[in-house]
């Protein structure tokens, strides 16, 4: 199993950035593509963007588009989740996951997660 190990949470006001990071010590890194997804107290947990294992192709959600990168630094066995922009809305923990399989929206084709990290933005 992957262990994945997010940071890069905190507090931020509206309009402001945080970048996530999620590590593993796996070697097979760029064998895996990766997620972020988030959830927020009372909600589901949502798709917020997605990378292929070389950096080539890239998802996002709407509500994201245009305001968040998502990128990976395969030599450092790490994902990034650049968040610009930040609303209210945005407030969730974030949790990152991989799959063997395919670049993919859906949460449940992630084999592994992260323990996830809380990022609140205030208004």
Do not use: H
Not at 61 to 83: E, H, P
Not at 109 to 122: I, N
């Amino acid at each position: 199993q992957v262990q994945l190990v997010e940071s890069g949470g905190g507090l931020v006001q509206a309009g402001g950035s945080l970048r996530l990071s999620c590590a593993t010590s796996r070697r097979t890194f760029s064998n895996y593509f990766m997620g972020w997804f988030r959830q927020a107290p009372g909600k589901e947990r949502e798709f917020v963007a997605a990378i292929s294992r070389f950096g080539r192709s890239t998802r996002y959600a709407d509500s994201v588009k245009g305001r968040f990168t998502i990128s990976r630094d395969n030599a450092k066995n790490t994902v990034y989740l650049q968040m610009n922009s930040l609303q209210s809305e945005d407030t969730a923990v974030y949790y990152c996951a991989s799959n063997l399989m395919q670049l993919t929206t859906a949460s449940s084709e992630y084999a592994d997660w992260g323990q996830g990290t809380q990022v609140t933005v205030s208004s």
